[in-house]
């Protein structure tokens, strides 16, 4: 049975619903007969956006509350097959500037999932979003999910701690859970109001509005890329596997990109915009990694999965879409 037909009829909840990646998986969600309900606070310039399913939102449910609320959580996921828990705080300089919201969200929140799950649908399976950017500094290249973690920032630190709270309920609750370890993750609808949450989202918005790009350093970073119908179909393959229970995988791409790399593929698609180098704002250089990308050989091997959309045809995508809709993003 192909997995995709793991979701048709069945009762699907995600959690940061509204946002970038939640809303691209309600869209195929809804294509596979599942029944769906988006879980989204809309917190301002979280990436919460209605727009985001304005073409399927007589298909799909909405439910405006917040991930804290264990009463209202426990009240969701009753009945639930699977639940997408995608719902976070992610970027890192924010969670610098203001800890407690950071540890609020990617921690306290965390275990209020778990614990209604655990109180009231303990037969539940829960995919949690993770980051690659949990590694902190790379000791050796491509990352491997048995590299050390030591994270550079308090985001990374609040979201291992979700991850492996996750892992934990897996192994002593018996409630069945993955993280997904995602690399820079871009495509149609994301948070593109600031640079805070997504640093190429922001470069797709400066060159298709014909505006200069700043990079920092010597533009020579290393990165791994994958667009975000790429990341949905391993969160589908992760729900659907039995063998995915208490694991961790990391995704990935064939192949990294230097900054530069990226950015003059992007000018060279959208046919606007311009970039300059620019040295490192010192707040920035602190919690920087350097060149870091991983291996998915893992996730490939295990469940089958691997990229299928290219840098270029990537970008392409993204740009036709923001140059329709924009306005709903700027």
Not at 102 to 121: F, H, M, T, V, Y
């Given at each position: 049975?192909?997995?995709?037909?793991?979701?048709?009829?069945?009762?699907?909840?995600?959690?940061?619903?509204?946002?970038?990646?939640?809303?691209?998986?309600?869209?195929?969600?809804?294509?596979?007969?599942?029944?769906?309900?988006?879980?989204?606070?809309?917190?301002?310039?979280?990436?919460?956006?209605?727009?985001?399913?304005?073409?399927?939102?007589?298909?799909?449910?909405?439910?405006?509350?917040?991930?804290?609320?264990?009463?209202?959580?426990?009240?969701?996921?009753?009945?639930?097959?699977?639940?997408?828990?995608?719902?976070?705080?992610?970027?890192?300089?924010?969670?610098?500037?203001?800890?407690?919201?950071?540890?609020?969200?990617?921690?306290?929140?965390?275990?209020?999932?778990?614990?209604?799950?655990?109180?009231?649908?303990?037969?539940?399976?829960?995919?949690?979003?993770?980051?690659?950017?949990?590694?902190?500094?790379?000791?050796?290249?491509?990352?491997?999910?048995?590299?050390?973690?030591?994270?550079?920032?308090?985001?990374?630190?609040?979201?291992?701690?979700?991850?492996?709270?996750?892992?934990?309920?897996?192994?002593?609750?018996?409630?069945?859970?993955?993280?997904?370890?995602?690399?820079?993750?871009?495509?149609?609808?994301?948070?593109?109001?600031?640079?805070?949450?997504?640093?190429?989202?922001?470069f797709i918005r400066l060159a298709v509005s014909d505006q200069e790009i700043e990079i920092w350093g010597d533009g020579n970073q290393l990165r791994d890329y994958t667009y975000v119908d790429d990341a949905v179909e391993a969160l589908?393959?992760?729900?659907?596997?039995?063998?995915?229970?208490?694991?961790?995988?990391?995704?990935?791409?064939?192949?990294?990109?230097?900054?530069?790399?990226?950015?003059?593929?992007?000018?060279?698609?959208?046919?606007?915009?311009?970039?300059?180098?620019?040295?490192?704002?010192?707040?920035?250089?602190?919690?920087?990694?350097?060149?870091?990308?991983?291996?998915?050989?893992?996730?490939?091997?295990?469940?089958?999965?691997?990229?299928?959309?290219?840098?270029?045809?990537?970008?392409?995508?993204?740009?036709?879409?923001?140059?329709?809709?924009?306005?709903?993003?700027?």
């Amino acid at each position: 049975m192909p997995y995709t037909d793991s979701f048709t009829g069945r009762r699907v909840l995600v959690t940061g619903g509204l946002g970038f990646i939640g809303s691209n998986l309600a869209h195929r969600l809804v294509d596979l007969g599942a029944e769906v309900v988006l879980v989204d606070s809309l917190v301002p310039d979280y990436g919460g956006n209605l727009f985001n399913i304005e073409d399927i939102k007589d298909r799909v449910r909405i439910n405006i509350a917040d991930v804290r609320d264990e009463h209202s959580m426990r009240y969701l996921v009753q009945g639930q097959d699977y639940l997408f828990n995608l719902a976070g705080q992610l970027s890192h300089i924010d969670s610098m500037r203001d800890p407690y919201t950071d540890l609020d969200i990617n921690c306290r929140s965390q275990l209020s999932i778990l614990e209604a799950c655990r109180k009231g649908n303990p037969n539940i399976k829960i995919i949690y979003a993770s980051t690659r950017q949990i590694y902190g500094r790379p000791q050796y290249l491509p990352l491997d999910e048995n590299h050390l973690v030591y994270p550079v920032d308090v985001n990374g630190i609040n979201k291992w701690a979700g991850e492996h709270y996750h892992i934990l309920y897996n192994n002593v609750y018996g409630i069945r859970a993955t993280a997904l370890r995602m690399t820079v993750t871009y495509g149609p609808r994301m948070l593109m109001k600031h640079s805070r949450q997504t640093v190429l989202g922001w470069f797709i918005r400066l060159a298709v509005s014909d505006q200069e790009i700043e990079i920092w350093g010597d533009g020579n970073q290393l990165r791994d890329y994958t667009y975000v119908d790429d990341a949905v179909e391993a969160l589908l393959r992760a729900a659907a596997s039995e063998q995915s229970n208490g694991q961790v995988y990391n995704l990935g791409a064939p192949r990294p990109y230097s900054h530069l790399e990226v950015v003059e593929t992007l000018l060279a698609v959208a046919g606007t915009g311009r970039y300059r180098l620019k040295p490192f704002p010192p707040e920035r250089q602190k919690i920087d990694v350097g060149d870091i990308y991983s291996s998915y050989k893992r996730i490939q091997s295990e469940l089958g999965w691997e990229p299928k959309v290219d840098l270029r045809e990537g970008l392409a995508r993204t740009v036709q879409f923001y140059r329709q809709y924009g306005q709903h993003y700027w």
